[in-house]
């Protein structure tokens, strides 16, 4: 399992008791039970996945027009001009922040366009 908080860009502290202080008030004895931690910071996220810039685990800014909609260039749906080959992450809408749903809606997209399935 993992944890993150939020942190100023560049800052290079350990949130780790934080994180931990914060689950504990709610699951006594969850310390206790931890095998090993692992700590990385903004850079060092950004690092390891270009797209993490700043080490922003939601996809980098969310700006009002990406807020409003997909852009008028993107493709409809999550669909790609590749058959069978669909995006969904933290880049697609709704946006980063909102765990799953990008995955839900292109599942969604995927099943009305290769099956004819339409989820209610």
């Given at each position: 399992a993992w944890g993150y908080c939020h942190v100023p860009n560049g800052w290079e502290g350990d949130a780790t008791p934080v994180i931990e202080a914060q689950i504990e008030r709610f699951a006594p004895g969850f310390r206790e039970r931890?095998?090993?931690?692992?700590?990385?910071?903004?850079?060092?996220?950004?690092?390891?996945?270009?797209n993490l810039v700043g080490g922003d685990v939601n996809g980098g800014a969310l700006t009002l027009s990406q807020m409003l909609g997909p852009?008028?260039?993107s493709l409809p749906g999550y669909r790609t001009p590749k058959a069978g080959l669909y995006l969904c992450s933290a880049s697609t809408p709704p946006g980063g922040g909102v765990h799953g749903m990008a995955g839900f809606h292109g599942a969604r997209c995927a099943l009305r366009h290769t099956f004819g399935i339409r989820p209610t």
């Amino acid at each position: 399992a993992w944890g993150y908080c939020h942190v100023p860009n560049g800052w290079e502290g350990d949130a780790t008791p934080v994180i931990e202080a914060q689950i504990e008030r709610f699951a006594p004895g969850f310390r206790e039970r931890i095998l090993s931690r692992s700590s990385w910071g903004p850079k060092r996220l950004e690092r390891w996945d270009g797209n993490l810039v700043g080490g922003d685990v939601n996809g980098g800014a969310l700006t009002l027009s990406q807020m409003l909609g997909p852009s008028r260039w993107s493709l409809p749906g999550y669909r790609t001009p590749k058959a069978g080959l669909y995006l969904c992450s933290a880049s697609t809408p709704p946006g980063g922040g909102v765990h799953g749903m990008a995955g839900f809606h292109g599942a969604r997209c995927a099943l009305r366009h290769t099956f004819g399935i339409r989820p209610t």
